[in-house]
Nanobody, 115 residues
């Protein structure tokens, strides 16, 4: 059974940093592309960062230059380093992956950025 568990969210002041983690189990992690999404209150969930199995990355425009996605295949974990945080980054952050015909989500971790 595939499980994704996010951690690392919390309350931070504008300009601060947080590092999110997403631990995966039940899959062959090092063969999977991993995604980070976020959903702000009243908004739809949006894809913000992706890392392929061979380490190629892609970012949503609003986080380019501030967020960095990385992975540790030995620990079955994907990270999201978030710097220069803004109040508009406040959201629930969720990791996800596709395996076969299914897409799996974690439950998310809340990030709140105060002004």
């Amino acid at each position: 059974q595939v499980q994704l568990v996010e951690s690392g969210g919390g309350l931070v002041q504008a300009g601060g940093s947080l590092r999110l983690s997403c631990a995966a189990s039940g899959i062959t992690f090092d063969t999977k592309t991993m995604d980070w999404y976020r959903q702000a209150p009243g908004n739809q969930r949006e894809l913000i960062a992706t890392i392929t199995d061979d380490g190629r990355t892609n970012y949503f425009d609003s986080v380019k230059g501030r967020f960095t996605i990385s992975r540790d295949n030995a620990k079955n974990t994907v990270f999201l380093q978030m710097n220069s945080l803004k109040p508009e980054d406040t959201a629930v952050y969720t990791c996800g992956l596709r395996s076969g015909l299914s897409y799996y989500w974690g439950k998310g971790t809340l990030v709140t950025v105060s002004s």
